[in-house]
């Protein structure tokens, strides 16, 4: 009998653990049962109807995603009326141009308690869909809705997620498994996935999204493709998201058997012409086309001895008719063995500042190198007053660890967005360049590639969806701090138990600072695999272009380490307005973070951590590592308060993490020492590996 009762009672257990199993598939849109009853009346009592008087597409969607969002918060259907008849008690949609909407940016919206109704009210149906998510987000927060009054509006036109998926299903740099989009399947078939990622991305924001690598297939082009676009299109306009393509260039030759894809030529300019009229005939709402072009072997105008502006221009002049954009990538670098990276996008598009269409934004990265954990702000921004820039950064986690390391990017955009260019006197930062109001552009951008893929939680990590979320809320509004972003995040996705949504916040604020330690100390950059950029191979000195390698960029020597771009140097730091070069030009007062960007730094140069050079530096790879570990314990802490499935999840990833971070610490501080011939400082001890074990670990895992 005894046998018996125990064994009912693991049953009992294991079904409770099963019913609260969380795969992270639902993201932070959740809405589950408030279980504060109290709350939860309260809650009801605002919120026993839902009405509007508009019927437009996406606000039958605002009304369809608040009905599912509170039946589920408040565990009791709540009905959609199509005659509100003076009731009180309600929330009310409202899509009108008045004089308080048109305070608002397109988008914008407002949220009011208003004769005892709360009042959801934009310009746009779109702004109607943003404020119910809003509205949501409240209550899944466990904010209080009495008296509420919000008023919200994005800084950004364009918020808008690129993806690098390819026809074949792989994603460029993903880490979350294949691509979301079954081409084979579309048009026909339409996955549930396509609908719950539109909601997603629509509950933070997200207006627009490129579908395909910017290394671009011209398949997407054809006949073929266009209709399987459209079957997109048509999932994702419901909630306010526009469908957008990245293309080949020589896609005029390709598909079209031009002689070539010459820009300039008439036969090219028609051929583009006519296959963006297919588009817009099966997508009327189509978005326009994202380009990479002479980038990294990719065709483009020069090409043909023509210039970037012509290329943009050209495509331009194709979408105009239908109200598209052309958004034209600044990624580009010519190889150059005793040149500088960090120069060529500059040299190339500074002097074309002013010659592109109006409806053309050039899109440049965060930073002038590539995603690197950090980089200083792209000169570009600033120095193109003329042209609308659209930012790029990357939220896939290609040089931050792919899916096996916890990184809350918020702090990395955030250092971006908030450095001063100086561009327009002091306060002139990226943020107001990219929103547009430096140099007063009403066109304006900001993307993140994507890193959602077909694993079933979407990102990989657990961890990563933060990064998803963060970006859209930044896009949305760039002022918000990473604190108050994790913070929402958490609450919605994991937790609110205060402890732990602190503990969680902490370790997420911290995240992405412990990865720069173990990896890029103090400016260090670009010293990833070849083939592996989530480690270490600083010892690289061949590949295809010399600006693969790693030695190109961390100039390590018997005398010290660091790129010197001072004047005495390459003088990248030039391109920067006087004050940035001011911060960061002398090799005593630039900040640590930047220090090996900028700098050729003496091994025994003593630093203003009160450290030399070299302890300092090989410090940070073993303070790095204990970080993990402390990382480790604090999630263990919050054990109790997280859904067993994620908790377990995230727990093994962060395992992976320290295994990773030791092998980055101890290739790197081995490596390095063979230049500073120096011991590792007390307290810390020499690494038990080899320098020839490690690069026999790394050859390794870099074998097909
Ligand atoms: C680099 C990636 C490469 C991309 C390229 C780009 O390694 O796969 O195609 O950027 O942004 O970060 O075009």
């Known amino acids: 009998m005894r046998y018996f009762k125990k064994l009912i009672i693991i049953l009992l257990l294991s079904v409770t653990q099963l019913a609260?199993?969380?795969?992270?598939?639902?993201?932070?849109?959740?809405?589950?049962?408030?279980?504060?009853?109290?709350?939860?009346?309260?809650?009801?009592?605002?919120?026993?109807?839902?009405?509007?008087?508009?019927?437009?597409?996406?606000?039958?969607?605002?009304?369809?995603?608040?009905?599912a969002g509170l039946s589920g918060l408040l565990g009791k259907k709540i009905l959609i009326l199509t005659n509100p008849a003076g009731k009180k008690g309600g929330i009310i949609l409202q899509v009108i141009q008045n004089e308080q909407t048109n305070q608002l940016a397109e988008d914008g919206f407002s949220i009011r308690e208003e004769n005892q109704n709360i009042v959801i009210r934009s310009r746009t149906a779109s702004g109607v869909l943003y404020g119910s998510f809003a509205f949501l987000r409240q209550l899944q927060s466990g904010s209080s809705i009495a008296q509420i009054n919000i008023t919200d509006s994005p800084k950004i036109k364009y918020r808008m997620?690129?993806?690098?998926?390819?026809?074949?299903?792989?994603?460029?740099?993903?880490?979350?498994?294949?691509?979301?989009?079954?081409?084979?399947?579309?048009?026909?078939?339409?996955?549930?996935?396509?609908?719950?990622?539109?909601?997603?991305?629509?509950?933070?924001?997200?207006?627009?999204v490129v579908l395909n690598n910017v290394n671009a297939s011209a398949?997407?082009?054809?006949?073929?493709?266009?209709?399987?676009?459209?079957?997109?299109?048509?999932?994702?306009?419901?909630?306010?998201?526009?469908?957008?393509?990245?293309?080949?260039?020589?896609?005029?030759?390709?598909?079209?058997?031009?002689k070539n894809s010459d820009p300039m030529a008439p036969e090219v300019r028609n051929w583009w012409k006519n296959v963006t009229k297919e588009i817009y005939a099966a997508i009327p709402d189509f978005g326009g086309y994202l380009v990479k072009a002479n980038s990294e072997g990719e065709p483009g105008p020069q090409d043909f001895g023509r210039t970037h502006a012509d290329g943009a221009n050209m495509l331009a002049e194709a979408v105009a008719p239908y109200k598209g954009i052309v958004i034209w990538r600044a990624f580009v670098y010519a190889a150059d063995p005793k040149g500088d990276r960090f120069k060529e996008a500059y040299k190339d598009?500074?002097?074309?500042?002013?010659?592109?269409?109006?409806?053309v934004l050039v899109q440049v990265k965060n930073?002038?190198?590539?995603?690197?954990?950090?980089?200083?702000?792209?000169?570009?921004?600033?120095?193109?007053?003329?042209?609308p820039l659209a930012m790029e950064f990357q939220l896939t986690q290609e040089y931050l660890g792919f899916s096996t390391n916890l990184v809350y990017e918020a702090p990395l955009f955030k250092e971006c967005l908030e450095s001063d260019t100086y561009s327009n006197g002091k306060g002139s930062t990226v943020a107001k360049i990219v929103d547009g109001s430096i140099d007063n552009h009403s066109l304006t951008a900001i993307a993140g590639v994507a890193n959602t893929g077909s694993d079933r939680n979407w990102t990989g990590h657990l961890m990563s969806q933060a990064n998803w979320y963060a970006f859209g809320r930044l896009a949305w509004n760039h002022s918000l701090s990473s604190e108050q972003i994790a913070s929402e995040w958490i609450k919605v996705s994991l937790t609110q138990e205060p402890k732990a949504v602190a503990t969680i916040q902490d370790l997420m604020m911290k995240s992405r600072e412990i990865y720069v330690d173990f990896t890029t100390p103090l400016g260090l950059h670009h010293v990833m695999g070849q083939n592996i950029h989530f480690g270490p191979e600083p010892w690289l000195e061949k590949s295809a272009r010399p600006d693969w390698t790693a030695i190109?960029?961390?100039?390590?020597?018997?005398?010290?380490?660091?790129?010197?771009?001072?004047?005495?140097?390459?003088?990248?730091?030039?391109?920067y307005a006087k004050e940035v070069q001011t911060q960061w030009g002398n090799p005593d007062t630039c900040p640590l973070p930047y220090l090996l960007w900028f700098h050729h730094v003496s091994w025994n140069k003593k630093l203003?951590?009160?450290?030399?050079?070299?302890?300092?530096?090989?410090?940070?790879?073993?303070?790095?590592?204990?970080?993990?570990?402390?990382?480790?314990?604090?999630?263990?802490?919050?054990?109790?308060?997280?859904?067993?499935?994620?908790?377990?999840?995230?727990?093994?990833?962060?395992?992976?993490?320290?295994?990773?971070?030791?092998?980055?610490?101890?290739?790197?501080?081995?490596?390095?020492?063979?230049?500073?011939?120096?011991?590792?400082?007390?307290?810390?001890q020499a690494p038990s590996r080899t320098l020839d074990e490690m690069k026999e670990i790394v050859r390794i895992y870099q074998l097909k």
């Open 20 to 67: 609260h199993a969380d795969d992270g598939y639902r993201l932070w849109l959740k809405f589950d049962l408030v279980a504060n009853i109290q709350q939860r009346n309260s809650y009801a009592q605002k919120c026993q109807f839902i009405y509007s008087d508009n019927q437009e597409v996406i606000t039958k969607t605002a009304q369809k995603e608040l009905q």
């Open 367 to 387: 930073g002038p190198i590539d995603f690197q954990s950090r980089e200083p702000f792209h000169p570009l921004f600033g120095a193109m007053p003329k042209t």
């Open 161 to 208: 997620l690129n993806h690098w998926d390819n026809p074949l299903g792989t994603i460029e740099r993903g880490y979350a498994g294949s691509s979301l989009w079954k081409w084979y399947e579309l048009p026909e078939v339409i996955d549930q996935r396509y609908i719950d990622y539109a909601r997603a991305n629509a509950s933070i924001g997200i207006n627009a």
């Open 608 to 684: 203003s951590s009160g450290k030399t050079l070299w302890n300092e530096f090989s410090s940070r790879y073993y303070a790095g590592v204990q970080s993990v570990e402390w990382m480790q314990k604090q999630w263990n802490s919050v054990q109790s308060s997280i859904d067993p499935q994620i908790f377990a999840d995230v727990s093994g990833r962060l395992a992976a993490q320290h295994r990773e971070a030791l092998n980055w610490r101890d290739a790197c501080v081995l490596y390095f020492q063979q230049y500073s011939k120096q011991a590792i400082p007390a307290p810390y």
């Open 219 to 258: 398949r997407f082009l054809t006949k073929e493709y266009i209709v399987k676009v459209k079957a997109l299109a048509d999932v994702f306009r419901p909630y306010g998201i526009k469908v957008f393509l990245s293309l080949n260039f020589a896609a005029p030759k390709l598909l079209g058997g031009a």
């Open 552 to 575: 190109y960029y961390h100039r390590a020597d018997s005398v010290g380490l660091g790129f010197d771009r001072t004047a005495q140097g390459s003088n990248a730091l030039g391109l």
């Open 349 to 359: 598009f500074k002097p074309l500042d002013g010659t592109f269409a109006s409806n």
